[in-house]
């Protein structure tokens, strides 16, 4: 009671503590009721890039990567080696020399060329961001299909930056299998997984998905393995703009349109099989 | 016989009367000076531990010399026996995550190989494990291995088997006696690798001797150590301290003779600070530590401790 008190409002009108109590307690229920906390109607993805969604607004976003100074030094140099020498301990190498370092310096990445690997992928992650919150990724995706930015829908957006973040790799196409068969040793499974997700939950952020339900996983499930598949078919992709692995994007995104269909109408199928039984049940006689 | 055994007791005991120094019960005390203030009194030393006995500073070096020169002949056959042979799968896999030498033509004439100072590596074994990495798998033939221990022994150990090494004679292999806590002959930033095996744990002033190692490592060199530490896992603990108190003084009674430098061994071990407290010294001298700053081997009853001298841009 006394807490109540002491929280009160200092515009309403305070003659006397047991009144405004009262009012108090008629206002926190007038909020209650205007903002219903539950969902009723079927999920609807919200497209407005300002709306912060699940997550909290009192915390700063992680950054992309938690390497120091020193290790992003020789990571960064040693990316512009990738493109000849490979995501290999020479990259690593070389990187830490042209960043000043000696040779024995890379033991300042104690995973190796692995490192190099996460460092990629984690820095390209944010090199999307950068691009979707510099606001002309968008515009360009709906300039492409001839539409006004605010009527993209999410799956396009989805769409698009998966698109976007697959051409990021154009540089290293040749040597990403290597990277890939990396990424797959025992070891490194749970890192790549992890690093898997991020990108998943990312591209589905920024496209202004804001599901709180079941969907958020099988989303970041569907996105993810759609990627993953994308990036083998890039490897072997020869056409100078990944019109194959565009294709192949466009392809698997109606698959799982129809798989998605394909369930509900399962689900439908045996609700009404359940009905109906019920209804045959019961109208022989049986109690349920 | 009896004569003959009776005659030798009577000269030993002759003998050490003889040697025996005279010491009065009282300390010497001049009434006409002040000789006595000036005498050193024990108590004012700082103390030191040497096992699970506290001693002196002074005489920590000694005391641990005495060990080392009284294990350097079995010193390998011991190590077999003690750790069942896991010290070679450990220091293989110490030399192989360091890959020491460089398989890319060096840019500038002073970057060819690298120079690796071994410290308390007497018996060569990381030394030639080096040595051979660089040679076999990275092609480099420049690398070079200085081996600095405070035991001469030890040294002497490690010289005998370096004739049976391709590296014997030659500009690549050095030996040196020194105390690690200083090293004058050391220039400063000279030093592209920095190794101690299974050493540091002896040394008297632990702290000293890494800010002489930061002071000898060029920016961006590494300083690499392993060590005993603290096993993780209780159940493995157990038997781990089983096996350190019951068996290896035992192994060492029998095998090399000597009881004692073993027990020191297995309480230096015990005494010796946790991954997490080290990780903190290293620091405290100066290095970036990469990542979690440690690995754990077989469980934590050694440790791969890393830190790398910072460069400082002008």
């Known amino acids: 009671m006394s807490y109540l008190a002491r929280t009160l409002p200092k515009r309403v009108p305070n003659p006397f503590l047991a009144q405004s109590i009262r009012q108090t307690r008629a206002l926190s229920t007038k909020t209650l009721q205007s903002t ?67 040779d024995v310096s890379v033991q300042l990445l104690p995973r190796g ?40 829908s999410v799956e396009e957006r989805v769409r698009g930056l998966l698109l976007e973040r697959l051409r990021m790799n154009m540089e290293v196409k040749d040597v990403w299998q290597d990277a890939l068969a990396q990424m797959s040793l025992l070891a490194n499974i749970p890192l790549s997984l992890t690093e898997l997700h ?32 994308a990036e083998v078919v890039m490897t072997r992709d020869p056409t100078p703009d990944l019109v194959e692995t565009a294709a192949f994007v466009e392809r698997r995104f109606e698959d799982r349109k129809a798989l998605a269909d ?5 689900g439908q199928c045996a609700g009404f099989g359940w009905n109906t039984a019920i209804g045959l049940g019961r109208s022989w006689g049986l109690k349920i | 016989m009896s004569t003959m055994s009776t005659r030798s007791a009577w000269r030993a005991l ?13 300390p010497y005390r001049c009434f006409s000076c002040a000789n006595r203030t000036q005498e050193q009194k024990p108590g004012n030393d700082r103390m030191t531990h040497f096992g699970f006995t506290n001693v002196p500073e002074s005489e920590k070096e000694t005391r641990v010399g005495a060990v080392f020169s009284s294990v350097a002949a079995s010193y390998d056959r011991m190590n077999d026996l003690m750790s069942l042979g896991i010290h070679r799968l450990w220091k293989d896999h110490f030399v192989r995550s360091l890959n020491p030498g460089s398989c890319l033509p060096a840019m500038t004439a002073d970057q060819r190989g690298w120079n690796i100072l071994d410290i308390a590596g007497g018996t ?58 200083h090293m004058p002959h050391i220039p400063d930033a000279s030093v592209d690798l920095y190794t101690v095996v299974f050493g540091i744990r002896n040394f008297t002033d632990k702290q000293a001797a890494l800010n002489e190692a930061y002071r000898v490592l060029k920016p961006g060199g590494v300083f690499a150590c392993m060590e005993f530490s603290k096993v993780d896992n209780p159940v493995l603990d157990g038997i781990y301290k089983r096996w350190n108190f019951s068996a290896i003084p035992l192994i060492g009674q029998v095998v090399a003779g ?37 690995e754990n081997l077989t469980g934590g009853i050694a440790a791969i401790h890393k830190g790398i001298k910072p460069i400082v841009k002008a």
């Open chain 1, 36 to 102: 219903p906390t539950t969902r009723t109607t079927q999920h609807k993805p919200r497209t407005n890039q300002r709306h912060r969604t699940y997550h909290s607004a009192l915390h700063a976003r992680l950054p992309d990567h938690s390497y120091t100074n020193s290790q992003t030094a020789i990571l960064t140099s040693a990316l512009a080696h990738v493109p000849t020498h490979g995501f290999s301990a020479t990259a690593l190498t070389l990187g830490a020399r042209d960043a000043g370092f000696l």
């Open chain 1, 113 to 152: 060329e692995f490192d190099l690997i996460l460092f990629w992928l984690a820095s390209r992650r944010g090199l999307l961001r950068g691009k979707v919150e510099e606001g002309g990724l968008f515009r360009r995706i709906a300039a492409e299909k001839g539409k006004d930015v605010h009527e993209l």
């Open chain 1, 198 to 229: 991020a990108l998943a939950s990312d591209i589905l952020t920024l496209s202004g998905d804001d599901a709180v339900d079941a969907t958020w996983y099988t989303r970041r499930l569907a996105v993810s393995a759609i990627y993953a598949s």
């Open chain 1, 262 to 266: 394909k369930i509900t109408g399962i």
């Open chain 2, 14 to 26: 002759h003998y050490s009367a003889k040697r025996r120094a005279f010491q009065p019960t009282t």
């Open chain 2, 124 to 181: 060569g074994d990381i030394a030639f494990r080096m040595l051979d990495h660089a040679t076999n798998v990275n092609h480099d033939m420049e690398t070079r291995v200085t081996i600095s221990d405070i035991n001469a022994d030890m040294l002497a150990e490690g010289r005998k088997r370096s004739l049976d090494t391709p590296y014997y004679n030659t500009s690549r292999l050095d030996f040196v006696e020194a105390n690690a806590e």
């Open chain 2, 258 to 294: 000597d009881r004692d430098s073993y027990q020191y061994l297995v309480e230096s071990i015990e005494r010796f600070p946790s991954q997490e407290e080290f990780r903190g010294m290293i620091q405290k001298a100066g290095f970036m530590i990469p990542g979690q700053g440690f």
